[in-house]
T-cell receptor, first 113, second 114 residues
């Protein structure tokens, strides 16, 4: 079963608007990573946030992590047409040395020019 | 550039045939992973290697699947007697980053079994 669940499953917004995607997970984690995937392509790593961190920024991306709620959010500001893709969260843990990432089903983001 | 090269990028095969995918890390990485992704789903873990040792295998990896990593560099994933349910993208990944926690994926190999 999937550890993470992204919400919403699909999101369409106008170019220039902000996009927010959420991820919930079930067990405790060591790290949570967000990935982008364009149709038919591999996954591009966006950002990693550790379980002891609450917020991270990278360019137009802002990720928050709330371990008490077992949830994370990805905010993309000033969206562009090139941001159209599927976005996945992935967790590892709960034990140190747990090597596999567990993914959610993703959010399909469409940016309308 | 993710540092991971996968070949072939696309493969169409008839049911019952064997297929092999290859993953080439551009530089040395001691941990290498295989994932499978079907349409509309997130990737699912298949197996991972630390150097040449295969340390964990998912229940998804039936006895028709075999993965190897001779010499701890490139890796191959072979599927014998393919079935239509094997149609998916097979992704190779490496653990890297300053803290060693980031997982980087290749472009994947698409398999279509007809």
């Amino acid at each position: 079963s999937q550890q993470g669940e992204e919400d919403p499953q699909a999101l369409s917004i106008q170019e220039g608007e902000n996009a927010t995607m959420n991820c919930s997970y079930k067990t405790s984690i060591n790290n949570l990573q967000w990935y982008r995937q364009n149709s038919g392509r591999g996954l591009v790593h966006l950002i990693l946030i550790r379980s002891n961190e609450r917020e991270k920024h990278s360019g137009r991306l802002r990720v928050t992590l709330d371990t008490s709620k077992k949830s994370s959010s990805l905010l993309i500001t000033a969206s562009r047409a090139a941001d159209t893709a599927s976005y996945f969260c992935a967790t590892d843990g709960p034990n140190f040395g747990n090597e596999k990432l567990t993914f959610g089903t993703g959010t399909r983001l469409t940016i309308i020019p | 550039d993710t540092g991971v090269s996968q070949n072939p990028r696309h493969k169409i095969t008839k049911r019952g045939q064997n297929v092999t995918f290859r993953c080439d890390p551009i530089s040395e990485h001691n941990r290498l992973y295989w994932y499978r992704q079907t349409l509309g789903q997130g990737p699912e873990f298949l197996t991972y290697f630390q150097n040449e040792a295969q340390l964990e295998k998912s229940r998804l990896l039936s006895d028709r699947f075999s993965a190897e990593r001779p010499k701890g560099s490139f890796s191959t994933l072979e599927i014998q007697r393919t079935e239509q349910g094997d149609s998916a993208m097979y992704l190779c990944a490496l653990r890297s980053g300053a803290s060693g926690n980031t997982i980087y994926f290749g472009e994947g190999s698409w398999l279509t079994v007809v």
